[in-house]
T-cell receptor
């Protein structure tokens, strides 16, 4: 399967714990996005990377959230001191940024986080 | 904020054409219209996009009005598997490599229910 891969698919954690999610984009895609989606809402943009550089962060990305893409390939999203309000689906997407424009973004299946 | 307006829900009979409207009255000249859909518990799936001409692919057709203030996604022969939330998004055409444009801003979409 050469699509966007996210792990784990589901995560249940206790409030106050730290969690980390991983995203493997489509090979050679240089742009990687993170989104969050709560029930009944569309995905909300969190941040994106161009290769290893984090170029934009949404105001939704609080200080407890940190994302990395150290080698410009896979990315991790960490949430520290989780709160119940962090319960959501976390989606990753990737695209190829070329001089003549971006390709469409391809999404992974998401990681569903439940904070209890 | 999303720059599009869509009806919250629609029904369609199996085998009939599904016509999903979208208003984007403030669209700029350099913005494309994108359509994605999201089947329950999966990540969003790209369907089609266009600038001003009508577009067709194996999944759907996109009809954009001449003034570009609205568009319609057409699924020619809807099946039960087309039941999903459909998102209409306007997205800046990225002209410069590495530019910050191109992020997808989702609204709430239209929940399409295809009924037997």
């Amino acid at each position: 399967d050469t699509g966007v891969s996210q792990n784990p698919r589901h995560k249940i954690t206790k409030r106050g714990q730290n969690v980390t999610f991983r995203c493997d984009p489509i090979s050679e895609h240089n742009r990687l996005y993170w989104y969050r989606q709560t029930l009944g809402q569309g995905p909300e943009f969190l941040t994106y990377f161009q290769n290893e550089a984090q170029l934009e962060k949404s105001r939704l990305l609080s200080d407890r959230f940190s994302a990395e893409r150290p080698k410009g390939s896979f990315s991790t999203l960490e949430i520290q001191r989780t709160e119940q309000g962090d319960s959501a689906m976390y989606l990753c997407a990737s695209s190829l940024d070329r001089r003549r424009g971006n390709t469409e973004a391809f999404f992974g299946q998401g990681t569903r986080l439940t904070v209890v | 904020d999303a720059k599009t307006t869509q009806p919250p829900s629609m029904d369609c009979a199996e085998g009939r054409a599904a016509n999903l409207p979208c208003n984007h009255s403030t669209i700029s000249g350099n913005e494309y219209v994108y359509w994605y859909r999201q089947i329950h518990s999966q990540g969003p799936q790209y369907i089609i996009h266009g600038l001003k001409n009508n577009e067709t692919n194996e999944m759907a057709s996109l009809i954009i009005t001449e003034d570009r203030k609205s568009s319609t996604l057409i699924l020619p022969h809807a099946t039960l598997r087309d039941t999903a939330v459909y998102y209409c998004i306007v997205r800046v055409a990225q002209m410069n490599y590495g530019g910050s444009q191109g992020n997808l801003i989702f609204g709430k979409g239209t929940k399409l229910s295809v009924k037997p």
